[in-house]
Nanobody, 129 residues
Framework: QVQLVESGGGLVQPGGSLRLSCAAS????????VGWFRQVPGKEREGVSC????????YYADSVKGRFTISADNAKNIVYLQMNSLKPEDTAVYYC??????????????????????WGKGTLVTVSS
């Protein structure tokens, strides 16, 4: 069964850190570009960060550049999102998604939901004091 499962969300104070994980099963991430997206109810979904299938290229939205780091452990079939210096505006449901192949990452991170092959169900991140 093909699936992506996110974990690691929770409540954190402003300035704190969290690490999200996206575990893939039923397929290998070696062949896929992977992205982290976030959405707040009533707002458009935002592509936060994407990583190439080779793990050699990364992309970050301006809103998280310098604070978030995406990485992958293809041996474990997991992609991570390390989030530091968190702000209240980072509060959202975070989803990971995968697309077969290696198109330009800025494009991957801007694809509509139907443009990616697999999606997880999301994990909630709340940044609040």
């Amino acid at each position: 069964q093909v699936q992506l499962v996110e974990s690691g969300g929770g409540l954190v104070q402003p300035g704190g850190s969290l690490r999200l994980s996206c575990a893939a099963s039923g397929f290998t991430l070696d062949d896929y570009s992977v992205g982290w997206f976030r959405q707040v109810p009533g707002k458009e979904r935002e592509g936060v960060s994407c990583i190439s299938s080779s793990v050699s290229e990364t992309y970050y939205a301006d809103s998280v550049k310098g604070r978030f780091t995406i990485s992958a452990d293809n041996a474990k079939n997991i992609v991570y999102l390390q989030m530091n210096s968190l702000k209240p505006e980072d509060t959202a449901v975070y989803y990971c998604a995968a697309l077969r192949g290696s198109p330009p990452l800025d494009r991957v991170c801007q694809l509509p939901k139907g443009g990616l092959d697999y999606w997880g169900k999301g994990t909630l991140v709340t940044v609040s004091s």
